[in-house]
């Protein structure tokens, strides 16, 4: 039962354009969606959240937008830098609970 | 200076064997986590720990168990090691509360894969 889901396993964008990352979920009691990202060999590390009574969140180079009523949030890159080439996995909380639910991931891929 | 770090970093084992994993924060959370990530790439969750005490047990094997001697430290011990116990574990801290209080922020470790032949 996957409440948090990214179907595209990858992504391939050209340095300086922007990256795309879609996440859907199914869980109305979700109430915080973060991003995390993480490199080969290392754990995921924070990178944004959005509290569900937004529709946006920006830092930096980084927005996270969420839809409410299509379960849909998504992560924009702009610009793309190869060292953004990582895995990013996005996660919601539960309002009654106390963990993460993450998704499969989405492995990013930023060339020069 | 780590804030959370695991050890072992890589494990190869026997089946049937029993192994510890272990886990230490240095940022002062209240609230540990192990994790696992399979073979299918989903991060799970297994136990969550807040100031030594269990809070969340997710339906793991009782062949799976947690050990948090103080609030900095959360070990994991795995007995009868099975060939489905492979994979990625990842120890986590968090401030108290919900996920990790206001923003819900997980700080990981480096993760300890575990191979069982």
């Known amino acids: ?112 | 200076d780590t804030a959370v770090s695991q050890t072992p970093k890589y494990l190869v084992t026997q089946m049937g064997n029993d192994k510890s994993i272990k886990c230490e924060q240095n940022l002062g959370h209240d609230t540990m986590y192990w994790y696992k990530q399979d073979s299918k790439k989903f991060l799970k969750i297994m136990f969550s720990y807040n100031n030594k005490e269990l809070i969340i047990n997710e339906t793991v094997p009782n062949r799976f168990s947690p050990k948090s001697p103080d609030k900095a430290h959360l070990n994991l011990h795995i007995n009868s090691l099975e060939l489905g116990d492979s994979a990625v574990y990842f120890c986590a801290s968090s401030l108290p509360g919900l996920a990790g209080g206001v923003t819900g922020e997980l700080f990981f470790g480096e993760g300890s894969r575990l191979t069982v032949l």
């Open chain 1, 1 to 112: 039962d996957q409440q948090v889901k990214q179907n595209s396993p990858s992504l391939s964008v050209q340095e300086g354009r922007i990256s795309i990352l879609n996440c859907d979920y199914t869980n109305s009691m979700f109430d915080y969606f973060l991003w995390y990202k993480k490199y080969p060999a290392e754990g995921p590390t924070f990178l944004i959240s959005i509290s569900s009574i937004k529709d946006k969140n920006e830092d930096g180079r980084f927005t996270v937008f969420l839809n409410k009523s299509a379960k849909h949030l998504s992560l924009h890159i702009v610009p793309s830098q190869p060292g953004d080439s990582a895995v990013y996995f996005c996660a919601a909380r539960n309002s009654g609970y106390s963990t993460l639910t993450f998704g499969k991931g989405t492995m990013l891929l930023v060339s020069p």
